[in-house]
């Protein structure tokens, strides 16, 4: 079945560092990807997405772009801040998957922690 | 608008007890999806629902939890009885299929602890 793979936390990194989280997923049909983020406290928010192959998502300084031939889609940014300090997931939308339109599949997320 | 609005945001009972958790989805949405977070399982849907429609709730861990949506800008999710091992943060999420895109828009998330 559809499935997130990301890379297990937590990262730590000092300010300004450049940042990449991987993430790769296994889908039946033609996805679309996510990357969500959860400050400390609060519910997961939409950071960027991507509906199709080569694009490219982007927000608040961070890129993603959807990888078909390697089935990828990783996080990445140039210099991050602490208040960049989170919880950040992919996840997947296959409306193929099971018939089901709707439903996001979410990798197990990974804590970054940026140092001052 | 003023997002998905969730109720309580924190919760004590006691083991045994009857849980209702509220939500308030994004109006004109279509798709209304409950979920539980802990450290040890991460991020797990539990049920969700398509114009009021529960269409999955094979991740509602037993019979102990149930959950309704009497209309498109209320759901709830019940637990009766509580026990421990259902301390959780419960979040709900809306999503609206006309978008194009299925993106979900999170509540603050329900704080329980059974003691």
């Known amino acids: 079945g559809d499935s997130v793979t990301q890379m297990e936390g937590p990262v730590t990194l000092s300010e300004e560092a450049f940042l990449t989280i991987n993430c790769t997923y296994t889908?039946?049909?033609?996805?679309?990807l996510f990357w969500y983020v959860q400050y400390p406290g609060e519910g997961l928010q939409l950071l960027l997405k991507a509906t199709k192959a080569d694009d490219k998502g982007s927000n608040k300084g961070f890129e993603a772009t959807y990888r078909k031939e390697t089935t990828s889609f990783h996080l990445e940014k140039g210099s991050v801040q602490v208040s960049d300090s989170a919880v950040y997931f992919c996840?997947?939308?296959?409306?193929?998957?099971?018939?089901?339109?709707?439903?996001?599949?979410f990798g197990k997320g990974t804590k970054l922690s940026v140092k001052p | 608008d003023a997002g998905v609005i969730q109720s309580p945001r924190h919760e004590v009972t006691e083991m045994g007890q009857e849980v209702t958790l509220r939500c308030k989805p994004i109006?004109?949405?279509?798709?209304l999806f409950w979920y539980r977070q802990t450290m040890m399982r991460g991020l797990e849907l539990l049920i969700y629902?398509?114009?009021?429609?529960?269409?999955?709730d094979s991740g509602m861990p037993e019979d102990r939890f149930s959950a309704k949506m009497p209309n498109a800008s209320f759901s709830t999710l019940k637990i009766q009885p509580s026990e421990p091992r259902d301390s959780a943060v419960y979040f709900c999420?809306?999503?609206?299929?006309?978008?194009?895109?299925?993106?979900?828009?999170f509540g603050p998330g329900t704080r329980l602890t059974v003691t």
């Open positions: 999420a809306s999503s609206s299929i006309l978008a194009g895109v299925s993106e979900q828009y």
């Open positions: 109006s004109g949405h279509d798709y």
């Open positions: 996840a997947l939308s296959d409306p193929w998957y099971g018939g089901s339109q709707g439903n996001l599949i």
């Open positions: 889908a039946t049909g033609y996805p679309s």
């Open positions: 629902f398509n114009n009021n429609v529960p269409i999955d």
